[in-house]
């Protein structure tokens, strides 16, 4: 492991950077944890490092991804997670309050912000936004905020308390906060495991309309216009959802949009014979809707791609479709997920990357996702052509349910570094 006080040269390197938009060979220099140069000359006692022509960009910042702690720290640890994350190239974990109990005040932030320290990632914690997630009496806003909160949100409770939710959004929008809203209309989504399709009706599986997300998106967007809140969605996976998000940027609202990397990878017919680490919330959308939302963050519609990394054991994922456990894990295949993408034609890796690591940093407010000299050298190498066949046991998550498992990939993490630390190396 590299220590950040020494001077590290990486030459060689394919630079992927997001903000410039430019993918270029060059080199980077590294010291006291931040980028202080680039294509310049190897300083005087400088650890070199050839890269080998293989891409090196900003660490991954993934937003929304679960932790077992506090309560279920059998599906994973800040450990376990940390060190997936490092060997998927994810240098900033953005964690979800869906804890047990949830993360609704200061006193259990500052738990988990003090248990986070053993990762060998940076870990950054939302908070809940209503007490419990019930929906109903907001949390200490302001001093989850003070206590290091990055954003909130009830994560997939939807509150039906349209009340309640307003008073939240116009204390929110009083201290600067940032709220993460879930875009589906509950009552019509209850109970669903699958999208409504022919599909789904042939395999016996309770389906919600995607015209459900678009619903919950609009009272959203509606309660962001009245009381100016700054606004993320956190997925969204329907083509019918899009014109609302367009129509809310083009007005002016501060409102950003993220996409889950399984809804731009897969789809509904993926779930074939009831395999459960398909099932997700949302649900896998058609074929036509995914497309649709690779084409929107191609085109900067959608802002940000995360994994939404749920763990969860093998007890609770093998039952039958209905009743097993919603999510996969993807903190360690998030990358190479991705990279289909840029396979496909779809986009380059600086537009990838933008979603991947600049705008989540960008909309959190925080340093990372950039090349530039000065911001912190958070970084991955990786060759995007190397293929592999996924095996889901040696994923270094605490669970195994990723939906990738046997699948053949490209693209492999060589190295990743944390304040120029080097934190994972193959």
Not at 31 to 56: F, S, Y
Not at 183 to 204: D, H, M, Y
Request: charged share 20%; net charge negative.
């Amino acid at each position: 492991m590299s220590n950040n006080s020494m001077i590290l040269h990486l030459t060689n390197a394919r630079l992927i950077d997001p903000e410039a938009g430019t993918d270029s060979v060059g080199s980077l220099t590294v010291q006291d944890g931040v980028i202080v140069g680039r294509n310049a000359p190897a300083p005087k006692g400088a650890e070199v490092l050839d890269c080998a022509g293989m891409c090196l960009a900003p660490g991954i910042v993934d937003w929304g991804v679960k932790i077992g702690e506090p309560g279920e720290r059998h599906k994973e640890s800040f450990r376990s997670a940390g060190l997936a994350a490092a060997a998927g190239g994810v240098t900033t974990i953005i964690a979800r309050p869906d804890t047990q109990p949830a993360i609704d005040t200061p006193e259990t932030l500052e738990f988990v912000t003090r248990r986070a320290a053993e990762s060998v990632v940076r870990i950054r914690h939302m908070a809940a936004l209503t007490k419990g997630r019930a929906g109903d009496e907001m949390t200490e806003i302001g001093f989850l905020l003070d206590a290091g909160a990055v954003a909130f949100t009830d994560v997939f409770k939807v509150s039906t308390n349209t009340k309640a939710l307003a008073r939240a959004f116009t204390y929110a929008r009083s201290l600067g906060a940032l709220v993460v809203g879930h875009p589906q209309e509950p009552g019509l989504s209850a109970g669903a495991a699958a999208t409504n399709s022919k599909f789904a009706s042939l395999r016996g599986l309770p389906g919600v309309h995607p015209m459900a997300e678009r619903l919950g998106l609009d009272r959203d967007l509606g309660l962001v216009e009245m009381t100016g809140v700054r606004w993320h969605a956190d997925q969204i996976t329907t083509a019918g959802a899009l014109p609302s998000v367009i129509r809310a940027k083009e007005r002016g609202l501060d409102v950003t949009a993220g996409v889950s990397i399984h809804h731009l990878t897969l789809n509904d017919f993926d779930v074939g014979d009831y395999r459960t680490f398909f099932k997700l919330t949302p649900p896998l959308r058609s074929e036509d809707d995914r497309l649709a939302m690779v084409q929107a963050v191609a085109e900067g519609i959608i802002d940000v791609i995360a994994s939404f990394h749920t763990p969860a054991d093998e007890e609770s994922k093998r039952l039958p479709f209905e009743e097993a456990a919603s999510g996969a894990v993807g903190l360690q295949t998030l990358l190479p997920a991705a990279l289909r993408l840029v396979h496909s034609g779809d986009m380059d890796l600086p537009t990838l990357w933008k979603a991947l690591s600049l705008n989540p940093a960008k909309r959190l407010g925080l340093p990372q996702g950039r090349l530039a000299e000065g911001a912190p050298a958070d970084l991955v190498l990786f060759d995007p052509d190397t293929p592999f066949l996924l095996d889901r046991a040696k994923l270094l998550s605490k669970s195994k349910n990723t939906p990738f498992d046997l699948m053949r990939m490209e693209g492999k993490v060589q190295r990743t570094w944390v304040a120029g630390v080097q934190v994972y190396g193959v």
